[in-house]
């Protein structure tokens, strides 16, 4: 959530000094720099994860870092070199103008350098230090906040300030890191390993990449079609959306490496679906309260009124963005099968299928077709990865409470058709969420035991207090 968090701070910095054009050329970078993050880890964590919890071992723990972390910088540096000689060809073909090439290097360096420290955040996880690894986030986001009001408010840089304020704040958790790197690292590289280990990696790699440009490439169309502008409006408006995905995929790091930790037993498979009904019911509750104030959000935060609009593709963002967070949640079943083909074969096809909803709906609805094609592509991500998930490993998911706790939040938007001053809108939406509980609880959402162990805490805090 930190890293989302100076995004969501930055927003009136950003919307003061670029205008929606720049805000839409950084909006463009930023899927530059997860791509190559994601291409350059060859999706050796998600192979670590799976291997780790049965390391044996200081030393077996140090080959498995060693050969993964060692071939992830081979391939970042591979990237960077092959997208330094050639500045002119992908500042055109990624962003248009030929004169902005040494922002796409910039953004391609700080994608190898998230994934070199992506690797020892992700042992962290493992080791379940949350300490440490709130400790490593919060470093790089007080360390880009600070650099970014320096570099875009003080000293005029714009984009190229955005972009140095992420590369140094990179750095300065790599350097916090230096633990991590020192206790497991050793200059060792095992093809046995990796022949283990690049088979699910190189299958996830793809289908995290076509992930991304299935929750980023849309603004690459919204460029085709519309232009910058309007890529720097629904960028906002992502950004915002995106802080609940930011949420989301925190739950999902904890949720994923402490699902693999149970034995593949029955009572194991009860604790994953029990989990994931009640990550669903916290995430959405959560997200409803901020997808209801999201006009009144815009209009606080953004410092031009050319970017309010960017209010109206939140609400379908932060549902598509539900939906994303449940389908990383059903995806541990590929991770105990073993067998993530499946998965990546969803991802290109919803893909395909959000593409061509974009290229659809856009010249019709702009900003707000994309912003329902993203939606419906995350929900048909979610239909197709539960059903195959479910084929190769099944497990006991209480779909009829979770679909309760997505359908009762969906009928909550209606709220976004009150008007009125910005501060009673704002106090009614916000009252009707605390009222999401009480509404599953009337409708019997809880069971039994459930409800015991609620009447039981409240009554125990009251007495306590």
Same mark, same amino acid.
């Given at each position: 959530?930190?890293?989302?968090?100076?995004?969501?701070?930055?927003?009136?910095?950003?919307?003061?000094?670029?205008?929606?054009?720049?805000?839409?050329?950084?909006?463009?970078?930023?899927?530059?720099?997860?791509?190559?993050?994601?291409?350059?880890?060859?999706?050796?964590?998600?192979?670590?994860?799976?291997?780790?919890?049965?390391?044996?071992?200081?030393? !077996?723990?140090?080959?498995?870092?060693?050969?993964?972390?060692?071939?992830?910088?081979?391939?970042?540096?591979?990237?960077?070199?092959?997208?330094?000689?050639?500045?002119?060809?992908?500042?055109?073909?990624?962003?248009?103008?030929?004169?902005?090439?040494?922002?796409?290097?910039?953004?391609?360096?700080?994608?190898?350098?998230?994934?070199?420290?992506?690797?020892?955040?992700?042992?962290?996880?493992?080791?379940?230090?949350?300490?440490?690894?709130?400790?490593?986030?919060?470093?790089?986001?007080?360390?880009?906040?600070?650099?970014?009001?320096?570099?875009?408010?003080?000293?005029?840089?714009?984009?190229?300030?955005?972009?140095?304020?992420?590369?140094?704040?990179?750095?300065?958790?790599?350097?916090?890191?230096?633990?991590?790197?020192?206790?497991?690292?050793?200059? !060792?590289?095992?093809?046995?390993?990796?022949?283990?280990?690049?088979?699910?990696?190189?299958?996830?790699?793809?289908?995290?990449?076509?992930?991304?440009?299935?929750?980023?490439?849309?603004?690459?169309?919204?460029?085709?079609?519309?232009?910058?502008?309007?890529?720097?409006?629904?960028?906002?408006?992502?950004?915002?959306?995106?802080?609940?995905?930011?949420?989301?995929?925190?739950?999902?790091?904890?949720?994923?490496?402490?699902?693999?930790?149970?034995?593949?037993?029955?009572?194991?498979?009860?604790?994953?679906?029990?989990?994931?009904?009640?990550?669903?019911?916290?995430?959405?509750?959560?997200?409803?309260?901020?997808?209801?104030?999201?006009?009144?959000?815009?209009?606080?935060?953004?410092?031009?009124?050319?970017?309010?609009?960017?209010?109206?593709?939140?609400?379908?963002?932060?549902?598509?963005?539900?939906?994303? !967070?449940?389908?990383?949640?059903?995806?541990?079943?590929?991770?105990?099968?073993?067998?993530?083909?499946?998965?990546?074969?969803?991802?290109?096809?919803?893909?395909?299928?959000?593409?061509?909803?974009?290229?659809?709906?856009?010249?019709?609805?702009?900003?707000?077709?994309?912003?329902?094609?993203?939606?419906?592509?995350?929900?048909?991500?979610?239909?197709?990865?539960?059903?195959?998930?479910?084929?190769?490993?099944?497990?006991?998911?209480?779909?009829?409470?979770?679909?309760?706790?997505?359908?009762?939040?969906?009928?909550?938007?209606?709220?976004?058709?009150?008007?009125?001053?910005?501060?009673?809108?704002?106090?009614?939406?916000?009252?009707?969420?605390?009222?999401?509980?009480?509404?599953?609880?009337?409708?019997?959402?809880?069971?039994?035991?459930?409800?015991?162990?609620?009447?039981?805490?409240?009554?125990?805090?009251?007495?306590?207090?």
């Amino acid at each position: 959530m930190l890293a989302r968090l100076v995004g969501f701070i930055l927003i009136p910095l950003y919307t003061n000094y670029l205008a929606s054009q720049e805000y839409g050329v950084v909006s463009l970078l930023v899927l530059v720099t997860q791509v190559v993050s994601t291409v350059s880890s060859l999706g050796l964590l998600n192979s670590l994860f799976r291997l780790w919890p049965a390391a044996k071992g200081r030393a !077996t723990q140090q080959r498995l870092f060693s050969s993964v972390v060692l071939t992830q910088v081979v391939a970042g540096l591979a990237v960077t070199a092959l997208v330094a000689t050639l500045p002119t060809f992908w500042s055109k073909a990624l962003l248009g103008p030929t004169d902005w090439g040494h922002y796409v290097v910039l953004a391609v360096a700080i994608g190898a350098l998230d994934m070199i420290i992506t690797t020892p955040l992700g042992i962290l996880r493992m080791e379940e230090r949350p300490v440490a690894f709130v400790a490593a986030n919060l470093v790089r986001a007080v360390v880009s906040m600070g650099i970014a009001v320096w570099f875009v408010a003080g000293l005029g840089l714009g984009v190229e300030g955005v972009l140095w304020a992420n590369f140094l704040g990179a750095l300065a958790t790599a350097v916090i890191l230096l633990p991590v790197f020192l206790r497991y690292l050793r200059p !060792t590289v095992e093809t046995s390993l990796l022949g283990e280990l690049l088979p699910f990696g190189l299958w996830y790699m793809v289908g995290v990449t076509a992930g991304l440009f299935w929750n980023m490439g849309d603004r690459y169309v919204l460029k085709f079609l519309v232009g910058l502008s309007a890529v720097g409006i629904y960028g906002l408006g992502h950004q915002l959306a995106g802080t609940m995905n930011m949420l989301g995929q925190s739950l999902i790091s904890a949720f994923i490496p402490m699902g693999l930790k149970h034995p593949k037993t029955a009572d194991g498979g009860r604790f994953v679906a029990k989990t994931f009904t009640y990550l669903t019911f916290a995430f959405v509750w959560i997200a409803l309260g901020f997808s209801l104030i999201s006009r009144e959000l815009i209009y606080v935060l953004a410092q031009r009124p050319d970017y309010y609009d960017a209010w109206r593709v939140v609400p379908f963002l932060t549902l598509g963005f539900t939906f994303y !967070t449940l389908t990383a949640a059903v995806e541990i079943g590929f991770y105990f099968s073993g067998i993530a083909r499946h998965n990546t074969g969803i991802i290109i096809g919803t893909l395909a299928m959000n593409i061509a909803l974009n290229l659809l709906l856009i010249p019709y609805f702009g900003i707000l077709g994309s912003a329902l094609a993203a939606l419906l592509a995350a929900a048909g991500r979610f239909a197709f990865s539960y059903h195959w998930a479910q084929r190769l490993y099944p497990l006991p998911y209480e779909v009829g409470r979770v679909a309760m706790i997505i359908g009762i939040a969906a009928l909550y938007h209606v709220t976004l058709l009150i008007s009125g001053p910005m501060w009673v809108t704002a106090t009614v939406k916000i009252a009707l969420t605390l009222t999401f509980p009480l509404m599953l609880w009337s409708l019997r959402f809880f069971t039994p035991f459930e409800r015991e162990r609620i009447r039981t805490t409240i009554s125990t805090y009251a007495f306590r207090k």
